[in-house]
């Protein structure tokens, strides 16, 4: 079956703009992670949405980063007024339940570039 | 609160020699750990995870992980390295506090020379 994807797969962008990045998970998955990879680290967690729960937003480095996910299904990540320290790796993972046991699904990733 | 601390940022080995990659986690109640391979230009792919079972535990591709409560470890072997083995390894601790957030390591890069 189709996985977890993302779109776009490369972002360039300049300093100072909005983007926008797209997941799409796994059909029936309800929990949906967004992580960030820098090059050479590992990664980081951004924020989490559970259901119809409220998100876990302890992640997000700043107020210019906010995420919605739609309908429980496709999520949003954007960043506003873009900085060269944004430019990472954006992933995006779903699950099928909340659970810490769950293998969570990832997609490719949106390399965001910002000049 | 939890964290993971993988021990080597790289690890380089000879085709055929065994593999080693050290984890260690600290985690307030009994997590979950999993190790996660990503290879160059490819997405995550789950090797392996323990999740209060067998403490051995198997894995894809000849992986496997021992998880030790007494000295907080989860480290990756493989008996035999193969030169599709060559990727990056993250080791990853979740639990039931803190809403399921899970933690990843910094990651293992590890070169295969035939």
């Known amino acids: 079956g189709a996985g977890v994807s993302q779109s776009p797969s490369n972002k360039v962008t300049e300093k100072g703009k909005d983007v926008e990045l797209r997941c799409d998970p796994i059909?029936?998955?309800?929990?949906l992670y967004w992580y960030r990879q820098s090059l050479g680290q590992g990664l980081e967690f951004l924020i989490y949405f559970q259901g119809n729960s409220a998100p876990d937003k302890s992640g997000l480095p700043s107020d210019r980063f906010s995420a919605e996910r739609t309908g429980g299904s496709v999520s949003t990540l954007t960043i506003q007024r873009t900085q060269q320290e944004d430019s990472a790796v954006y992933l995006c993972?779903?699950?099928?339940?909340?659970?810490?046991?769950?293998?969570?699904?990832f997609g490719p990733g949106t390399r965001l570039t910002v000049l | 609160a939890q964290s993971v601390t993988q021990l080597d940022s790289h690890v380089s080995v000879s085709e055929g020699t065994p593999v080693l990659l050290r984890c260690n986690y600290s985690s307030s109640y009994s997590p979950s750990l999993f190790w996660y391979v990503q290879h160059p230009n490819k997405g995550l792919q789950l090797l392996l995870k323990y999740t209060s079972a067998a403490t051995l535990v198997k894995g894809i591709n000849g992986f496997e992980a021992e998880f030790k409560k007494s000295e907080t470890s989860f480290h990756l072997t493989k008996p035999s390295a193969h030169m599709s083995d060559a990727a990056e390894y993250f080791c990853?601790?979740?639990?039931?506090?803190?809403?399921?957030?899970?933690?990843f390591g910094a990651g293992t890069r590890l070169f295969v020379k035939a």
């Open positions: 990853v601790v979740s639990d039931n506090t803190g809403g399921f957030k899970t933690i």
């Open positions: 993972a779903s699950s099928p339940q909340r659970s810490p046991n769950n293998e969570q699904f």
């Open positions: 059909s029936g998955h309800t929990a």
